[in-house]
């Protein structure tokens, strides 16, 4: 069995979600794809599966299968460690390779196993990337039920609502610092910040209003104002501390050709994104400052069978 599933990138609410506000993420036209095989052995890409370097897929297969041992091959287009949830991409299509060999395929299954597997495998984790992969398209992640509502997702007590949200044509440029930031350590730092000082508290908050604020530019198509919000939103993550001087020369050279532009994700490295109709000239000035650049869309489809690898 072949499957694959996207990337994605947060638009708004990074950090401010873990302390309860709103996030929207996006699906991305990168993609993970996974063949699976019964086999001898367990191995991946020729290689006896190992529990370190294979922890997603090892984690997916001990929550989702029983039956002999496999043979998993990968191939994906998605840098690690840059924002664009590469981890959630190859957990999300193993476990679409293997339930699809069970005949077990339904898209709320495959969501809350795909965030199972990232908690087990990272000791913490929210469901944003997995249901983002697995729906496809737009989703808001928030701490009461909404319109458009699709599932929730519930660990040691806490709620999450996941919500489709319509995603107009957006063309993006990702710029990839190839700098890896620590989401732990950055996560952290927020942390001991909001945790002492009631200005980081309201600073959240204004990211989650930001967020929401998002929603009716977003169905709306009005570049523009998205864009006013995404640089709004990257200018409060700085105040977090969660920016990077790379980020920041990526950011300042994309702004000249987009609408806005933010850093993704958890920040301290990783990467950036623009919203703009020049993605040839935002890509060629985040290259010369030294960042790689991706010229992406919005995947309007989540995780996938495929008929070849």
Same mark, same amino acid.
């Given at each position: 069995?072949?499957?694959?599933?996207?990337?994605?990138?947060?638009?708004?609410?990074? %950090?401010? /979600?873990?302390?309860?506000?709103?996030?929207?993420?996006?699906?991305?036209?990168?993609?993970?794809? @996974?063949?699976?095989?019964? +086999?001898?052995?367990?191995? /991946?890409?020729?290689?006896?599966?190992?529990?370190?370097?294979?922890?997603?897929?090892?984690?997916?297969?001990?929550?989702?299968? =029983?039956?002999?041992?496999?043979?998993? *091959?990968?191939?994906?287009?998605?840098? +690690?460690?840059?924002?664009?949830?590469?981890?959630?991409?190859?957990? @999300?299509?193993?476990?679409?390779?293997?339930?699809?060999?069970?005949?077990?395929?339904? #898209? =709320?299954?495959?969501?809350?196993?795909?965030? =199972?597997?990232?908690?087990?495998?990272?000791?913490?984790?929210?469901?944003?990337?997995?249901?983002?992969?697995?729906?496809?398209?737009?989703?808001?992640? %928030?701490? @009461?039920?909404?319109?458009?509502?699709? !599932?929730?997702?519930?660990?040691?007590?806490?709620?999450?609502?996941? %919500?489709?949200?319509?995603?107009?044509?957006?063309?993006?440029?990702?710029?990839?610092?190839?700098?890896?930031?620590?989401?732990?350590?950055?996560?952290?730092?927020?942390?001991?910040?909001?945790? !002492?000082?009631?200005?980081?508290?309201?600073?959240?908050? #204004?990211?989650?209003?930001?967020?929401?604020?998002?929603?009716?530019?977003?169905?709306?198509?009005?570049?523009?104002?998205?864009? #006013?919000?995404?640089?709004?939103?990257?200018?409060?993550?700085?105040?977090?501390? /969660?920016? %990077?001087?790379?980020?920041?020369?990526?950011?300042? @050279?994309?702004?000249?050709?987009?609408?806005?532009?933010?850093?993704?994700?958890?920040?301290?490295?990783?990467?950036?994104?623009?919203?703009?109709? #020049?993605?040839?000239?935002?890509? *060629?000035?985040?290259?010369?400052?030294?960042? *790689?650049?991706?010229?992406?869309?919005?995947?309007?489809?989540?995780?996938?069978?495929?008929?070849?690898?």
């Amino acid at each position: 069995m072949i499957a694959s599933a996207p990337a994605k990138v947060i638009l708004f609410g990074e %950090h401010a /979600v873990v302390y309860g506000e709103p996030a929207i993420a996006v699906a991305i036209d990168m993609r993970t794809y @996974v063949h699976a095989e019964k +086999s001898e052995e367990y191995s /991946v890409n020729g290689y006896p599966m190992n529990s370190r370097y294979h922890a997603y897929i090892k984690n997916a297969i001990d929550l989702c299968w =029983e039956g002999e041992p496999l043979s998993i *091959r990968t191939k994906s287009q998605i840098p +690690s460690a840059s924002g664009m949830g590469s981890s959630a991409s190859i957990t @999300v299509a193993t476990l679409t390779a293997l339930l699809a060999m069970k005949k077990e395929i339904d #898209e =709320e299954k495959i969501a809350k196993m795909g965030f =199972e597997v990232e908690y087990r495998t990272q000791g913490r984790a929210s469901p944003i990337d997995t249901s983002t992969v697995t729906h496809g398209q737009g989703i808001l992640v %928030h701490k @009461v039920k909404r319109e458009n509502y699709l !599932w929730k997702v519930e660990k040691n007590g806490v709620v999450w609502y996941i %919500h489709h949200v319509k995603i107009p044509s957006l063309r993006l440029v990702v710029g990839f610092s190839g700098i890896k930031g620590s989401t732990r350590e950055m996560v952290e730092k927020v942390r001991r910040f909001y945790s !002492w000082n009631s200005f980081a508290r309201d600073v959240i908050r #204004e990211i989650g209003r930001i967020t929401l604020e998002a929603l009716s530019p977003l169905q709306d198509e009005d570049y523009e104002r998205i864009g #006013e919000l995404m640089t709004q939103d990257n200018k409060l993550l700085t105040i977090l501390g /969660v920016s %990077h001087p790379m980020l920041k020369k990526m950011i300042n @050279v994309a702004m000249k050709h987009s609408y806005g532009a933010k850093l993704t994700g958890a920040g301290g490295g990783g990467s950036i994104i623009a919203l703009t109709d #020049e993605q040839d000239e935002v890509a *060629r000035a985040i290259e010369e400052v030294g960042g *790689r650049a991706y010229k992406v869309s919005i995947s309007k489809e989540g995780f996938r069978v495929e008929n070849h690898f």
